[in-house]
């Protein structure tokens, strides 16, 4: 598997960022929004809870979540990209003048997700979209996400899955690790990151392993769901309660 440290990986994220939502947008035919969905009710978020979406990129999942009108009362993404993450301070500027009555607070924060900058217990919801397969290493994702949730609280990640084998695998081969480089090389001007992602995909861990690890760290109730030909899974799971709750 292609291994990359975390420097040069904020690097890559920082030049794709200014294309990084179109690009989204074309290699996933348009599903990476319907994906986020799926992924915010599958957290359980609802009106008033306090949101920390780890790894948020250009903030997708917030926003998404606040166009999905659920009133946070705080919401808070993270990401040691400081492009990407000011791409995502615009884009909910600019949303939040339309929409600002139903628009919560938001903090974009620069930090990592290795070492998390929040005291225990600060959110009820944890969510994480594209994290996992970049984070080095997953345990000590998961085990962040765990001491920041409240005791009940629920931790939700997207994420590219690597395909089992079917009558689609030469088509999904194809589209992985001839299309996608070649688009990313046209659109973002970054044939290399787009090389990346199929790469990390195919050496990723399965569905089940993640969910292994989910359990490993404390997380009950895990569960989780693939979409797209099995390229992309959800996984979600459950803080353990305090004895008295
Ligand atoms: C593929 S993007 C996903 C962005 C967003 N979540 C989305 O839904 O599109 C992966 C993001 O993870 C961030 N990232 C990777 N490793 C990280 C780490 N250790 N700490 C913080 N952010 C990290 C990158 O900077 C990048 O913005």
């Not at 890559?12 to 599903?31: D, E």
């Not at 884009?91 to 929040?118: C, H, M």
């Not at 050496?203 to 989910?214: D, N, S």
């Amino acid at each position: 598997m292609r291994k990359e440290n975390p420097d040069s990986i904020k690097d890559m994220f920082n030049k794709i960022s200014p294309r990084y939502v179109l690009m989204n947008k074309l290699i996933t035919f348009g599903q990476d929004r319907r994906w986020r969905r799926e992924l915010i009710r599958l957290s359980g978020l609802k009106h008033g809870n306090r949101l920390l979406d780890v790894a948020t990129g250009t903030g997708d999942v917030i926003i998404e979540a606040l166009q999905m009108g659920i009133k946070l009362e705080r919401s808070t993404g993270l990401d040691f990209s400081s492009g990407m993450l000011n791409i995502a301070h615009s884009r909910y500027e600019n949303l939040s003048k339309q929409k600002r009555p139903n628009f919560t607070i938001v903090e974009w924060i620069e930090g990592d997700a290795l070492k998390l900058p929040f005291k225990n217990t600060s959110f009820d919801i944890v969510t994480s979209a594209y994290l996992m397969r970049n984070a080095g290493d997953i345990n000590t994702a998961f085990s962040e996400q765990y001491k920041v949730l409240n005791p009940g609280g629920k931790v939700a990640c997207l994420d590219t899955t690597p395909p089992v084998k079917s009558n689609m695998s030469p088509f999904i081969n194809f589209y992985l690790l001839k299309i996608i480089p070649i688009l990313g090389s046209l659109i973002s001007g970054n044939k290399s990151a787009y090389t990346y992602l199929p790469e990390t995909t195919k050496a990723f861990k399965t569905a089940e392993e993640i969910k292994e690890i989910m359990i490993k760290t404390g997380f009950q109730k895990v569960s989780y769901r693939k979409y797209m030909f099995g390229t992309i899974a959800i996984h979600w799971g459950e803080k353990k309660r305090g004895k008295d709750e």
